[in-house]
């Protein structure tokens, strides 16, 4: 299965974090905000000081046919 390679990027600006999230396909809003609360969301994720970029894989839009 090939990695997604399709960036998305929203930023946290009160928290100064960057975050990159990599997709099979352009991601709405939606969809980057939920990556981003799942991120959060772990038991085990690192620590994140202001001014990092944070980059998130995703599988959305892996079910979707290549479009020709």
Do not use: C
Not at 21 to 30: C, I, N, Q, S, W
Not at 43 to 68: A, L, N
């Amino acid at each position: 299965m090939e990695r997604p390679t399709v960036q998305s990027t929203i930023k946290d600006a009160e928290k100064n974090i960057t975050y990159v999230v990599l997709a099979y396909r352009k991601l709405t809003r939606e969809e980057l905000v939920s990556s981003v609360r799942h991120f959060w969301a772990q038991k085990k994720r690192p620590k994140v000081k202001p001014g990092e970029t944070i980059i998130i894989e995703t599988i959305y839009g892996h079910d979707q046919p290549d479009p020709q």
